[in-house]
């Protein structure tokens, strides 16, 4: 069944638009991710029916719809496991998972941490927009605490998740973030999981703008977006701010901005994707905006790890066993070996 | 009445060893016998039994067995909870269930006894280790201070042989270099052998399969030949006036045969039809009892290309599935009642992706967690009816160990080709259980054929939800051009798969899909008759593991004259189409059920029949007996 031997076939964004009407609320910041996906597909040197993006249940899990290629919009929280057995079985595949952050955080939290540790190669899109959409407007479990939505009219007392920091506690082998509105990023992003071998997550900060609107506008307005981001690049010293006038220091383990009126660039620390323990404190760049001081929310890829993938494994132990055993013989298999004749 | 019992009376009143003349190699000829061997479960009951299975289905009887173990895997030593139990029945006719009750019992210990007693026949022999009988194991197995069941008279109304089993053993060993610990699990070895000369057995084939098992450790093999060969000989030089039992070589149909326990039956039918269908097997499981042994038995051979998945909880298990079912393999989960129930949603969801795939429930005592190592039948109404909406599917359920095999065959085939999830319901009993098995070749398998979906001519549009004449939609696996498509938990339009909300379409979907499982009828066989007249005063109608007790039931009641037959279902969601044309031939229809009365309530319901119920919950299997009363209260 496997066609990536075959030729592959072009195709462009317009081959990959469905005939179905897109039913996100106007404003949505899941157009811009799906512009985004149908823009970088194609320049991944995939053949379209290799392709398969699966969704659970929520505002983003709607993506299969709108992508003319093979899909299934799943039931909630179960898009992972569904890709887990896709994948294990048809590793060929190029195998896309598109949740949310009630999707895979909440419901679906187990699945989505053992589909981390097991490093089956797929691409997951977590659109977190910190708030449930589809069911209109209760908070999720990266709504900030005392968030005031209909389910928690006195203020939310849940403490939220920082996804990136519990991908890396589950061991995932590529953590990144990116955003709705920064189109470059994104699709710089995109690529570099999609190269990757193993799970590659990243998390999209989505903006909903019905039920959340501006959770993440520091990050994304023009006014405020240089002083409270940081974008990391492997191999490149972590500056930010306008005029690039801002830097990042490590002091012991404690991260520290500076001013580059007063130190070098060269004190800085230099982002290097492979260091676990840098991209953990990285991911812990998660204060509140309005707490002083604070860090910037980082942006880029945090960490990659070259880690052998359970599809492979997996299908080497059969492999293996054919190797060994020699192919199964279906006879010998129902006769057993204690077999006594009645005349 | 077996010569058996007879003997054991005589031996009883006379006090004296009886001597006979209708006798064979100084042993008395018995058409059957059931043997219960019980002890701590870490004993080595279950292999005890094993062994002397193999050992007597290898000479040529008839055999069934049924192990029961105890709940907890490290029960307190000694204790009731702790109790292991294994019954066989063996014969020179025709056996079907691992018998009522049971002629020798044979406990390692004071609590093995005190669980077991009321399986013994009356009269019955009791073959006992006096060691677990020491005060500890007394007391643990809650005699009153003093209380000695060996030594007060309480046993008199059976044969009781008191054998120094440790004592002998170590006796054996002595100077082997072993450790108390290691001298003392081989125990079991002893009994064994003395069990084999009981019953003329030779123990050729053990030894042979301790010197496999323990291939790398030949002391132990040394050690555990030894003490086997010193039981069965202790039976030829002792004194004990045990009288020896032959029971010969069963007439059963020529063949060949080996013996089939359920669970790994269950295994070989899943690798069976993918073989057959040409397709990749995957099992998304989660280990549950009684059902991880089939997780286990395809994870041995991988080499027929078997993808075993242990996934992190039920639902993965499942999902899993389902993702390798939309990649084209032949999709499994397996598990028992409180994980089908998690699984639920996701059944919901493979019933709208129309997808193949086979939901195994080997049933336990329900509900929650209910009764894990015991048998019962109560999960068939969750089975049928347990999902939310209209989400009918077809079921299926095996009715013997051996049987697994071809029932889970039939799941697979009606899945495959029917573009459907299919339920098998297996249980316990079945699961554990064993008898020997004709096997069949893989070329009298029914050929099983994948409705997959090929690529289109230029210009054509895939519309996944076509369907065949089954109403069966075709399988488009992702890496064919050409049919890329959306599927997904939403109610669809018929033929695009598109959503819709539209009101009529909804109805007329759900409609479809009920059709499209009542079609099934079309391709499964007419109900038969196993035993009886065609039209009569009683029908005993059956589903699952009750058949050989019903069977045993009915064939004595016929034999005593009643008017009775036995009808039993293996296709319960849809029935076959003349089902109730058999049951309209009876003044009363009989459904002994092990659950509350779940399949008697379905055939009320379908076809207005006064159908009465006949229920026994207790985790064990009805007894024959149980079964002929009721024939005989309904004649
Ligand atoms: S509810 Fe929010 S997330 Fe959902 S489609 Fe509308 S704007 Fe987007």
Request: net charge negative; charged share 20%; aromatic share 8%.
């Amino acid at each position: 069944m496997s066609t990536s031997q075959l030729e592959k076939v072009p195709f462009t964004s317009k081959d990959l638009v469905t005939d179905q009407d897109v039913r996100w609320c106007p404003g949505c910041g899941d157009y811009s991710i799906l512009k985004q996906v149908q823009t970088v597909v194609p320049e991944l040197g995939l053949n379209r029916e290799e392709i398969v993006f699966i969704s659970g249940i929520g505002c983003s899990s709607r993506f299969p719809y709108y992508m003319e290629t093979y899909g299934m919009h799943s039931i909630h929280g179960r898009a992972t496991a569904i890709a887990s057995g896709l994948k294990a079985t048809r590793p060929e595949l190029s195998v896309w998972i598109v949740t949310g952050d009630g999707d895979s955080l909440s419901i679906g939290g187990n699945h989505f941490i053992h589909l981390l540790r097991r490093n089956f190669d797929v691409n997951i899109l977590l659109f977190n927009n910190e708030i449930y959409g589809l069911t209109k407007g209760q908070y999720s479990p990266t709504s900030e605490a005392g968030k005031v939505t209909k389910s928690t009219p006195m203020g939310s007392i849940d403490h939220p998740f920082n996804p990136l920091a519990l991908v890396l506690g589950a061991d995932g082998t590529f953590v990144a973030r990116t955003m709705d509105r920064d189109p470059i990023h994104m699709r710089e992003v995109l690529k570099r999981a999609n190269l990757h071998k193993g799970s590659s997550l990243v998390e999209i900060y989505q903006n909903c703008n019905v039920f959340n609107d501006g959770a993440f506008e520091v990050y994304t307005d023009k006014k405020t977006k240089a002083d409270e981001t940081l974008f990391v690049e492997h191999g490149k010293p972590l500056v930010f701010g306008a005029d690039k006038a801002k830097g990042i220091i490590l002091d012991g383990f404690t991260p520290k901005v500076v001013d580059l009126n007063e130190l070098s660039v060269n004190d800085l620390w230099v982002h290097d994707e492979s260091d676990r323990v840098k991209a953990g404190i990285l991911t812990r760049f998660f204060d509140e905006v309005n707490t002083e001081p604070h860090l910037p929310r980082v942006f880029g890829v945090f960490y990659v790890e070259d880690r052998a993938r359970y599809e492979d494994v997996f299908n080497q132990q059969i492999a293996d066993s054919i190797r060994l055993k020699g192919e199964g013989n279906l006879d010998k298999l129902l006769s057993g070996n204690n077999t006594w004749e009645v005349k | 009445m077996s010569l058996v019992k007879l003997l054991t009376f005589a031996q009883h009143f006379t006090g004296l060893p009886v001597l006979f003349t209708e006798m064979e190699n100084n042993s008395v000829i018995a058409t059957e016998a059931t043997i219960l061997f019980a002890g701590d479960s870490g004993d080595g009951i279950q292999l005890t039994g094993d062994q002397f299975t193999t050992t007597t289905a290898l000479f040529g009887n008839d055999v069934s067995t049924f192990p029961n173990f105890p709940a907890e895997i490290r029960a307190p030593q000694g204790t009731l909870a702790g109790v292991s139990g294994f019954q066989i029945k063996f014969g020179s006719q025709e056996i079907y269930t691992a018998g009522d009750h049971c002629d020798l019992l044979v406990v390692m210990n004071a609590a093995a006894l005190k669980a077991n007693l009321n399986q013994l026949k009356p009269g019955g022999m009791i073959i006992a280790n006096t060691e677990g009988f020491d005060p500890k194991n007394l007391r643990l197995a809650k005699y009153p201070e003093g209380v000695n069941p060996l030594e007060d008279g309480s046993l008199s109304d059976y044969k009781v042989y008191k054998l120094e089993v440790t004592k002998m053993t170590k006796a054996t060993l002595e100077g082997s270099g072993l450790g108390t610990k290691e001298i003392d699990r081989t125990k079991n070895m002893f009994v064994l052998g003395y069990i084999f000369w009981i019953y003329n057995r030779t123990p050729e084939h053990t030894i042979k399969f301790i010197e496999q098992k323990f291939a790398k450790r030949p002391e132990i093999v040394d050690a555990n030949v030894k003490t086997l060969k010193a039981g069965y000989h202790f039976g030829e030089t002792s004194e004990t006036f045990m009288q020896r039992v032959q029971v010969k070589p069963a007439t059963i149909e020529p063949g060949i045969y080996r013996n089939m326990t359920g669970n790994p039956a269950t295994a070989i039918g899943l690798i069976a039809a993918a073989k057959k269908a040409g397709l990749p097997l995957f099992l998304g499981s989660y280990p549950i009892t009684p059902a991880s042994d089939i997780l286990h038995e395809l994870s041995k051979h991988k080499n027929f290309g078997v993808r075993t998945f242990q996934a992190e909880d039920e639902i993965a298990a499942i999902t899993s599935a389902i993702g390798a079912a939309f990649g084209g393999s032949l999709a499994v989960t397996t598990s028992s009642g409180p994980g089908i129930a998690l699984k639920t949603e996701a059944i919901g969801l493979a019933i709208m992706l129309e997808l193949p795939l086979v939901i195994i429930n080997v049933q336990r005592g329900g509900p929650s967690t209910g009764l894990p190592t015991k048998t019962e039948q109560a999960d068939l109404m969750q089975a049928i009816y347990g999902r939310n909406g209209e989400a009918p599917m077809p079921v299926i359920a095996a009715q013997t160990p051996a049987d697994c095999f071809f029932a889970v065959y039939e799941a697979c085939r009606i899945a495959v080709e029917h573009s459907t999830p299919v339920f098998f319901l297996s249980d316990g009993y079945l699961a554990n259980g064993a008898e020997p098995w004709k096997f069949p070749t893989s070329s009298e398998l029914k050929p099983i054929n994948p409705n997959f979906a090929t690529p289109l001519p230029e210009g054509e549009t895939f519309l996944p939800y076509k369907r065949d004449e089954k109403l069966a939609r075709k399988w488009a696996v992702p890496g064919v051009k050409g049919l890329e498509h959306r599927i997904g938990g939403l109610e669809k339009e018929n033929e695009t798969g598109n959503i819709s909300y539209d009101p009529d379409n909804h109805e007329f979907m759900v409609k479809l899909r009920a059709e499209k499982v009542a079609r099934v009828a079309d391709s499964i066989p007419s109900q038969t008759l196993d035993n009886g007249p065609e039209k009569g005063k009683v029908l005993v109608l059956g589903w699952g593991s009750t058949y050989g007790s019903i069977k045993t039931a009915v064939k004595k009641a016929l034999d005593e004259g009643y008017s009775v037959a036995h009808c039993h279902v293996r296709y319960i969601m849809p029935f076959p189409k003349n089902l109730e044309s058999i049951l309209r031939n009876y003044d009363t229809v009989i459904v002994p059920e092990m659950n509350n009365g779940q399949l008697v309530k379905i055939i009320r319901d379908k076809f207005l029949i006064d159908a009465k119920g006949i229920s026994k919950i207790k985790g064990i299997p009805f007894t024959a007996d149980e079964i002929f009363q009721h024939i005989v209260s309904h004649s």
